[in-house]
């Protein structure tokens, strides 16, 4: 996520903490280094030249220059504008003391709202609300069997009103939710391939019809300024109260994110990081910022976590670890976990300085472990050391891969072992130093 701009920033950086006197001039070279960055990463124009003029002003200060944490105060200076240009603090969802508050899914074809609506009726639900969807794109009837699979997926229910007329569909769902007792009604209304008058008048009908408490525009992050452009056409025909970013994890640049905040006026709600129906998440401008600049993001990676992992099976690992018990099912059960949060690769981009981090992980090589350790008898990963060699290959044969990747997988388990029990006395201890780079080893222990 956002590794370009990622690399650049991090570089300009690392030139000004070189000074061991920071001077204007080396504030100009880095802050030119930055708005290239930005502008690189498909930021707007206008954003980037006022964003680095706002840092600047404040870096070249008479009490900052000078200093030994000048270098230091630049990144602060920088990560607080950023913050401030992603939103500045985390926007919830406002809705109604109705029944049912309504929120309206707008964008355009192909940036991900039947899916984003599903992802949200989850989100909602697990947040202890009673959410139901209605799809409105009679435009294209393979959205309303989806949005129905999708609802099916989650055990949410999905309207099918006996009309193909948007308005009425909308209208036929909120009483049906009002009777069924659901709180709040997502509406997936239509898109086109670009913004056009006839799919604007709809929407504005369907907006007149349903009262919506909040009307969110789902955008392609990928698609960078045309998503910016399209959120800001719909806005004036339309109140729009926020934006949904789809396909955040694959956004190498970041310029929708940078810029769509400071250009529409209206804040981002939600980021999807990936194609399951759990990967919708809150955005946190402070957040992102962090990562962005390479400080990491250790909230949300907790927060991803706690939703994951369960609390009691957690507790008995901690206890393994302390008493250096940790076997081969533990790491199968670990692995199939951290799968479940999303690669090892974006788990370590939430480690402060993960760019730096030297562990690499080798996505492929995990499989082939997790294989390994599935051709295991539950006797072998309780006992790793009756794995003799006779068993190796016959483990070896059973899952597809060669006797040297199980006496990989067995070296890394070894080192992983020992670096968990480094980690828990860390922890005990209360030190801090060097944790970052620890975890970053845990986790890429695997697939080095």
């Known amino acids: 996520m956002f590794e370009q701009i990622s690399s650049k920033l991090q570089g300009a950086f690392k030139k000004l903490r070189g000074q061991p006197r920071l001077k204007e001039e080396h504030v100009d070279e880095a802050l030119k280094e930055i708005r290239l960055a930005l502008l690189e990463a498909d930021v707007q124009f206008g954003v980037a030249r006022d964003f680095v003029k706002r840092v600047r002003e404040r870096a070249v200060g008479e009490e900052i220059l000078g200093s030994l944490t000048a270098a230091q105060q630049v990144v602060k200076f920088t990560r607080d504008e950023m913050t401030q240009l992603l939103g500045g603090e985390e926007a919830k969802l406002e809705l109604k003391d109705r029944w049912p508050a309504v929120i309206l899914m707008a964008g355009l074809q192909g940036s991900g709202k039947t899916t984003t609506s599903a992802k949200l009726a989850r989100h909602l639900h697990e947040a202890g609300k009673h959410p139901a969807l209605v799809s409105v794109d009679v435009q294209r009837p393979a959205a309303l069997e989806q949005l129905k699979i999708l609802g099916d997926s989650i055990e949410l229910p999905v309207f099918e009103p006996e009309t193909l007329e948007p308005v009425e569909r909308a209208s036929r769902a909120m009483r049906s939710a009002k009777d069924l007792g659901r709180d709040v009604l997502i509406v997936d209304t239509a898109g086109r391939v670009h913004v056009d008058d006839e799919l604007m008048e ?16 789902v ?6 300024q045309d998503a910016v452009k399209s959120a800001s ?4 025909s339309v109140r729009i109260t926020g934006h949904v970013l789809t396909k955040l994890d694959g956004d190498a640049r970041g310029g929708a994110a940078l810029s769509m905040v400071a250009v529409t006026g209206v804040p981002i709600k939600f980021v999807g990081v990936g194609e399951k129906l759990n990967e919708l998440e809150s955005f946190h401008p402070d957040r992102m910022a962090s990562r962005i600049l390479g400080m990491g993001d250790v909230l949300s990676l907790i927060e991803r976590a706690e939703k994951t992992f369960d609390e009691e099976e957690a507790v008995a690992l901690s206890r393994k670890v302390q008493r250096n018990e940790l076997t081969l099912e533990d790491f199968r059960q670990q692995l199939r976990q951290m799968k479940r949060m999303g690669s090892m690769q974006e788990l370590m981009s939430f480690l402060p300085g993960a760019s730096q981090l030297p562990a690499e992980v080798d996505e492929s090589e995990l499989k082939r472990f997790e294989a390994i350790l599935d051709s295991m008898t539950r006797h072998e990963r309780d006992h790793p050391q009756v794995v003799n060699g006779s068993r190796r290959r016959r483990i070896a044969r059973g899952s597809g891969t060669a006797v040297s990747d199980v006496n990989r997988l067995l070296k890394r388990f070894a080192e992983a072992r020992k670096m968990m029990k480094k980690l828990s006395r860390i922890q005990q201890g209360g030190q801090g130093k060097g944790a970052s780079r620890k975890i970053a080893r845990m986790l890429g222990g695997f697939g080095r």
Not at 202 to 217: G, Q, V, W
Not at 219 to 224: R, Y
Not at 233 to 236: A, D, L, Q, R, T
């Open 202 to 217: 709809e929407l504005r009908a369907i907006e007149a019809a349903t009262e919506p408490s909040e009307t969110l525009f």
């Open 219 to 224: 955008a392609d992050s990928m698609t960078g």
């Open 233 to 236: 056409s719909f806005g004036e």
